[in-house]
């Protein structure tokens, strides 16, 4: 077995992320993978991600030290059977799914889990496919690494030992860890978010004026209601139980909000928000987490003809590509008139520099 060949299958946003962070700080191993879309494995291809290009069932797949299950869980998991021919012995399979209770029982029943050790990069975009992928997408992003309790403990070693090699910061759990931690602070958002937006949907008048002032703040909580339904589907069916249990206790405290509104609590209502600006305002943004950051600069300037049209130009000029651009009608929760959102943090980081050098008041979303 070739210690440096690592294969992929499936290479979609977070797999083509890790093939090219793996060819970035480790050029010389041979990346092989396979793809049921050959477009994406010929850009991989061209661009020199990958070596070689496999059939959906190839035997190359043997000769690796690392197999990434990349695809959806239900495509990794119809994958084990063919796997459990062909792997062998000091070879490390993993996948990247965000849910790892279903992936792990599945590895047990193909008799798979001694050579089993889940992974999760907490890192993503609301962009997909091989073409978004980037090759620091995992840079300062937890990477929680699950392994199999066959598994052993120098195979694990070796793996924390390549994902920090990447720039990520491994963070070994169980699967059931894993679960219940996202649950919480991944999956119950997007439930949040969901149901909020569809409350106001029922809540707008006639009018849809409630549409019409849903300003950035409201915007920014629920930005993630706009990820993919199917996907969402499958998660929250793949960590019921998870879920299910964070909802409760967040259901419990919808209720007693309601309870100290209906009262006319106002301690208690005051000690929740100190509460939660206390722990809001203690969370780290070093690392990146688990939903996908947004990168925005709020400027202000005169209402005047030309104003947006003389900011984008500078930014232009300078190479930098802006992925949003808006003027903030509501200013209750916003720092500027003119909302700004790029694609990338260097970006924003350089448009802050260049506007502030031009005069501008701009500040940065925190």
Not at 26 to 52: C, F, K, N, Q, W
Not at 90 to 109: H, I, N, P, Y
Not at 223 to 252: F, K, T
């Amino acid at each position: 077995m070739q210690n440096t060949r690592i294969g992929f299958i499936g290479l979609g946003l977070i797999g083509g992320s890790i093939a090219k962070a793996l060819r970035k700080f480790h050029p010389d191993y041979e990346l092989l993978a396979y793809s049921h879309t050959r477009s994406t494995l010929d850009a991989a291809l061209s661009e020199g991600v990958i070596d070689i290009a496999c059939t959906e069932h190839d035997p190359l797949f043997a000769t690796c030290r690392y197999i990434f299950l990349c695809a959806p869980v239900q495509t990794n998991i119809s994958y084990l059977p063919f796997l459990k021919e062909i792997i062998q012995p000091g070879c490390t399979l993993t996948d990247v799914g965000s849910v790892k209770g279903e992936m792990e029982a599945a590895v047990e029943a193909a008799g798979l889990s001694p050579y089993f050790i889940g992974g999760h990069p907490m890192a993503g975009s609301e962009k997909t496919g091989f073409a978004s992928s980037t090759d620091y997408l995992l840079e300062n992003a937890y990477y929680v690494v699950a392994p199999s309790p066959r598994a052993e403990l120098s195979a694990v070693s070796a793996y924390v030992d390549l994902v920090s090699s990447l720039g990520a910061i491994p963070l070994v759990l169980t699967s059931e860890e894993h679960d219940y931690v996202v649950a919480g602070v991944s999956h119950l958002p997007h439930i949040v978010a969901s149901c909020l937006v569809n409350a106001i949907a029922k809540l707008d008048t006639p009018q849809e004026r409630m549409k019409l002032m849903a300003a950035g703040g409201f915007r920014d909580i629920t930005r993630i209601a706009s990820s993919s339904p199917v996907m969402w589907e499958q998660i929250c069916l793949s960590n019921a139980g998870q879920i299910s249990g964070v909802l409760d206790e967040y259901i419990r405290l919808l209720i007693q909000a309601k309870y100290m509104i209906d009262r006319h609590d106002g301690e208690g209502l005051r000690q929740m928000f100190q509460d939660s600006k206390n722990y809001r305002d203690s969370l780290t943004d070093t690392v990146s987490g688990p939903t996908p950051r947004q990168y925005v600069l709020y400027c202000d300037i005169y209402d005047e003809a030309g104003g947006i049209a003389t900011i984008t130009t500078l930014l232009a000029m300078n190479g930098i590509n802006i992925k949003n651009i808006g003027i903030v009608h509501n200013r209750e929760f916003e720092e500027g008139v003119l909302r700004i959102e790029f694609y990338e943090e260097p970006d924003c980081s350089k448009a802050l520099t260049i506007l502030e050098n031009r005069n501008y008041t701009v500040r940065k979303r925190q």
